[in-house]
């Protein structure tokens, strides 16, 4: 593969340490690459120099001819007096001002008549009309639309003043401004913060798929497995390259540690031999050979082993909780709505068990958080009832991180109300179990970062001695490091939990159970994790909530909703009626039926009775539903050669699929 861009030994300070000390690494077309390191590591700053928005101190950055990159900041800026619409559809000013040229050049070719400039005129043409080809510039509304609905904006939003847009709608619209132009590499920084699950698999495929070469910044392991096929680390100012995804990075990452450490290990045990040696036989008859080891050690020293490259995750813990009842909560048809006439949930029934660790599904906006807060009794429900059970002692984690002031230091802020005597230094170790040393605990919350002010919440948590855990959102702000150390805590903890997140692996590694909130205020409750829910989703055993599409008919209610199979049975049996209507109330003698017959189709396809078309698309679609599940696979997912075969097999099979669509079409219209 060519390579497009060249980067040699970056180097940036903001401080007395570098953030980037020795950068080097080259991209090549079709590089899918997940840029991944602890939070401050440099990761935001890489980019930006990458981009061309700062200057390194020291380094070089070279891009193949005719490059260009485009960027997706954590927090862009835009001050447009424009429509959602219209700002998008400038990201496409170049295509269009394209479009605009090709129609004044076709005009001046239809009213010329000297040979000469119809030759001039025909070659800008041809040159401009394939230019517009090659960049699909012949359907630019369709394609503005589907992505502004891929990132999650629906059409009633498309008129709404970018001025009034909120700072979660802003990010979507740049990242659909990037997509629509489409860049030869694009630099992504959390391109996956504000977007609900339904708008995060639509980007995951946008990117599988687009010929753009890719550096992703993203604490969604998910999604990295889904879309990377290399992984650069950034760590202490440096990158360590890898090949394949996160999970294949995860295993490779354990062995070159492995190495690293024995590598290490035996150079001090070398070092610290020779400087013995020398120690007790500088002087006596081992003299000469003592100045041998000095000079070895020297040797040693000049080019010294680098201790294993190894990124600490905190060692989080929460204390042993105090024994509940066996029904932790029980709700009782509980209903509640904001908006007369549209529910967020209705009739909503279900206990928690001690011991069980719950997770909440369900699209932005369907009331997963007015849920926990009917629990927590912070809100009254319209209807029905929660109960709690016995010996309680709720811990909640709000996603807005209020529980804690921000004019109190660190250190101060975590010291629960319930606890009289809990002395400095038992706050600081609990701390330091979450990351937070030194000279943190000692800021004021105000100061903190976003992911040390969640530290510092989890923290505060731990110090309450809860029994259950309530948490909406706990994977906010923090890295991959911490968010498994956090997994890792929550599965020690012997309480019951009870969570929201949008973290699919996070889900995956933590629930046990799932309740499920369906946009039409039902629910769904399902022992497993998030494997568990896509597995169903795909065999047709429960409704997918995140499609807006999945409860036209009642069939949904038990499955995904309507395959593409039953849409075609139910257009059959609609010309069967109109057919029927036909016999029944014919058409006016001016109508000659030969006519109508005279206007039959030349087959395109050969015979086929359509039972036999909608059997073979329904196998057909019925293995592209066991690919995916294939790809939920953790050995699958490790593997980032097996998932690119797999989505080409995917592809290959749905172009297939579009034809049966279209033989049906045709045998529809000609069989009968």
Known sequence: MEVILTVEHLRKHFSADPVLLDVSFQLRTGDKIGLVGPNGCGKTTLLNILAGHEESEKGTIDKASGTNIGYLEQRPKNTSNQTLLEEA?????????????????????????????????????????????????????????KILHGVGFADDEFTKPVSALSGGEMNRLNLAQLLLEEPDIMLLDEPSNHLDLLATEWLENFLQETSAAVILVSHDRYFLDRVTNRTLEL?????????????????????????????????????????????????GMKAAQAEDRRKKLERLMETPANPPRKIESPPMNFNKPSRTGDIVFRCEKLSKSFTAGKPLFQDLTFDIER???????????????????????????????????????????????????????????????????????????????????????LQTVASLSGGQRCRAALAKLSAEDANVLILDEPTNHLDLWARAALEKAIRQFEGTVLFISHDRYFVDRVADHLLIIQPNAKFKTLEGNYSTFRHMVSKGLIADPFLTDAFSDKKAAGGVGKSMVSVIKQNQNQKNKEQNLWKTNPKPKEIEPKKI?????????????????????????????????????????????????????????????????????EANELNW
């Open 89 to 145: 559809k400038s990201a496409l000013a170049p295509l269009i001002k394209m479009q605009h040229e090709a129609e004044h050049l076709a005009n001046q070719l239809a009213q010329t008549t000297n040979e000469t400039d119809l030759i001039r005129l025909s070659a800008q043409y041809d040159r401009i009309h394939e230019s517009l080809q090659h960049h699909d510039a012949y359907h630019l509304d369709y394609r503005i639309e």
């Open 235 to 283: 760590f202490h100012g440096t990158i360590d390259d890898y090949p394949g995804n996160f999970s294949k990075y995860s295993a490779l990452k354990e062995e070159r540690l492995t190495v690293q450490t024995r590598t290490y290990e035996k150079y001090i045990e070398e070092v610290e031999k020779a400087k013995e040696f020398i120690r007790r036989n500088h002087y």
């Open 597 to 665: 017959k005279k206007e039959k189709k030349t087959r395109k396809f050969p015979f086929r009775k359509i039972h036999e078309i909608e059997e073979e698309i329904f196998a057909r679609e019925t293995q592209i539903m066991a690919w995916n599940d294939d790809l939920l696979r953790p050995e699958i997912a490790k593997d980032g050669e097996r998932i690119k075969a797999i989505h080409r097999d995917i592809k290959e099979e749905q172009s297939k699929i579009a034809t049966l669509y279209e033989h049906w079409e």
């Open 355 to 441: 011991g069980q660790r719950w997770a909440i599904l369900g699209p932005n906006g369907c009331g997963k958080t007015t849920l926990l807060r009917c629990l927590l009794n912070e809100i009254i429900p319209d209807s029905g009832k929660s109960v709690h059970g016995q010996g309680l002692k709720i811990g909640y984690f709000d996603q807005q991180l209020h529980v804690l002031d921000d004019s109190l230091q660190v250190v101060d802020a975590i010291r629960p109300i319930n606890k009289k005597i809990f002395e400095e230094p038992a706050r600081r170790n609990l701390l330091g179990t979450f990351g937070l040393t030194g000279e943190q605990q």
